[in-house]
């Protein structure tokens, strides 16, 4: 059976169940004379009827579609499976997810006071308007995934040249796929080895820009040695630089480890994709992570424009 809307509903004020009605037109900022539209990232929410099912089973009680607040009711679709800035298309109607679930607001909520607990929190999806029109009941709606494209790049002559093996770069791609298989967001890794050569660096950059790359990794080449021109070559391409994130790092191991003070690691923006530079040492990378990743989502929403202040 396809994926379609089996109820669109709206409502005036927020914290409220919605009412179903026939039709609703969706504009750039969410749904016509729906409280929850807007200039931000919540415009349009949804719901799947078998969700809203499971949590009535749980409830020892039957619920109405539009009870949760959802904008728009599905059947057919596991939303569970959306990540941040998937795609949902509604006929000429296309949506873009920047939430999954919410906070509970308590007793602000009807279905808390009724129930006192609520579905939408775990299993809602929340989106924004990429492109308006009408959706009605029956209306098929599809799911496109828009995983983060992430490239891994180490720098190193004896590696390149099989002498040893490569254990950074490894070490950064099972980090970052543990990572974001535990969150919200879809990451698809590629790696690549090269040698310390700046033209081949620069290329690989360059060629990742265009192909509208979400981050880039390189590991290697970042201290003092003379074939370590990673830094040199990456620093005049950023738009912008994050020097908060790396000026931290070298200080909170430097104190115990006086060699880490020494690395010329950089962060930043080439356009609109994430880059960071990191040294070639596996046990360096696991540090470097360790705080990088706690920015990083926050990082990933500035870029792709998901305000949730």
């Not at 492109?131 to 995983?147: A, L, M, N, S």
């Not at 590991?219 to 021109?229: A, E, K, N, Q």
């Amino acid at each position: 059976m396809s994926a379609r809307i089996i109820s669109v509903n709206v409502s005036r004020q927020k914290g409220t169940a919605k009412q179903s009605v026939p039709s609703v037109e969706v504009t750039v900022t969410g749904i016509s004379g729906d409280a929850h539209a807007g200039s931000w990232h919540r415009q349009v929410s949804l719901l799947a009827e078998e969700s809203i099912a499971r949590f009535g089973q749980q409830a020892g009680r039957s619920f109405a579609p539009g009870e949760f607040a959802e904008n728009l009711t599905t059947r057919g679709l596991d939303l569970n499976r959306c990540h941040i800035r998937d795609r949902l298309d509604i006929g000429e109607v296309a949506l873009e997810v920047t939430q999954i679930g919410k906070a509970c607001h308590g007793d602000g909520c009807a279905i808390y006071q009724a129930v006192g607990k609520c579905v939408m929190p775990k299993e809602g999806i929340f989106t924004r308007v990429i492109h308006g029109g009408e959706v009605k009941p029956g209306d098929p709606i599809t799911h496109t995934p828009r995983p983060l494209n992430i490239q891994v790049i180490t720098l190193s002559d004896r590696a390149s040249r099989g002498e040893y093996e490569d254990r950074s770069g490894p070490a950064i791609r099972a980090r970052l796929q543990t990572h974001f298989a535990a969150g919200h967001w879809a990451a698809e890794i590629t790696s690549s080895l090269l040698p310390d050569d700046p033209v081949q660096l620069r290329a690989a950059i360059e060629a990742a820009i265009a192909a509208q790359t979400d981050i880039i990794f390189t590991t290697g080449g970042t201290g003092i040695g003379p074939r370590d021109m990673t830094p040199d070559v990456i620093r005049p391409l950023l738009t912008r630089e994050m020097p908060g994130i790396m000026e931290y790092i070298r200080v909170k191991y430097g104190e115990s480890i006086p060699s880490a003070l020494l690395s010329r690691s950089v962060a930043g923006l080439i356009g609109s994709t994430l880059i960071y530079v990191l040294p070639g040492s596996e046990k360096a990378v696991q540090q470097y992570l360790d705080e990088i990743l706690k920015t990083l989502e926050h990082s990933l929403r500035m870029v792709n424009r998901i305000d949730q202040h």
